[in-house]
């Protein structure tokens, strides 16, 4: 039941861009995104409702198929500061609204 | 402005020792959660506590026991440690149910030897 991220590590440049993917077996009704730095607590980034929407927060957008049951995340001309562990979690259209099953996490690293 | 805290930071226990970690919230948020991180799995959850008075096991009970004390508190009790309970334990609020923001505290880092 755990959702799928992909891929598990990505390495960049400053300025280049990446997507992080994150695919469920289950229908959802709601994807969130949060970032953990290490030894840090998660820091929530954004979510997403069934809908089909799109959200973006400055350079970092996602958006939610939940046709497909997916979301992905884009990081667009990424800083230094995008550098840490991305983290979907998914709530599911069924069952308890409240759980969020956490996926493994994609590790960005973004170099100078 | 402290958002969730939780006590300790760090604990070592021997095998079959019990513990509680602490947790509180001033946001007034009506839902607290608890997860274990272990390397490589992600957040799994502990136990979640939907409003005061109301808790419900998660993904990964066994072995733990909550408490919501009262809208502020949440508590993570582990009667008999064992290894396999060597983790990071987060604890996160949340003003409601999923289609809102979890707020999560620093964590606490817990070995049983």
């Known amino acids: 039941q755990q959702p799928v991220q992909s891929p598990q590590a990505v390495i960049l440049r400053e300025g280049e861009d990446a997507v992080i993917n994150c695919s469920s077996s289950?229908?959802?009704?709601?994807v969130h995104w949060y970032r953990q730095k290490h030894g840090e607590a998660p820091v929530f980034l954004m979510i997403?409702?069934?809908?089909?929407e799109q959200k973006g927060h400055e350079k970092i957008s996602a958006s939610f198929n939940e046709k497909k049951q997916q979301s992905s995340l884009y990081l667009t001309a990424s800083q230094l500061s995008y550098s840490g562990t991305y983290f979907c979690?998914?709530?599911?259209?069924?069952?308890?609204?409240?759980?969020?099953?956490f996926g493994s996490g994609t590790q960005l690293t973004v170099l100078p | 402005n402290a958002g969730v805290t939780q006590t300790p930071k760090f604990q070592v226990l021997k095998t079959g020792q019990s513990m509680t970690l602490q947790c509180a919230q001033d946001?007034?948020?009506?839902?607290m959660y608890w997860y274990r991180q272990d390397p490589g799995m992600g957040l799994r959850l502990i136990y979640y506590?939907?409003?005061?008075?109301?808790?419900d096991k998660g993904e990964v009970p066994n072995g733990y026991n909550v408490s919501r004390l009262n809208k502020r508190e949440f508590s993570l009790r582990l009667e008999s440690a064992a290894p396999s309970q060597t983790s990071v334990y987060f604890c996160?609020?949340?003003?409601?149910?999923?289609?809102?923001?979890?707020?999560f505290g620093d964590g606490t880092r817990l070995s049983i030897l």
């Open positions: 996160a609020s949340s003003p409601g149910p999923s289609n809102q923001p979890q707020h």
């Open positions: 289950k229908a959802l009704y709601s």
């Open positions: 997403l409702l069934k809908g089909g």
């Open positions: 979690g998914t709530a599911k259209l069924t069952g308890s609204a409240r759980q969020l099953t």
């Open positions: 946001m007034n948020h009506n839902s």
């Open positions: 506590s939907a409003s005061e008075g109301t808790t």
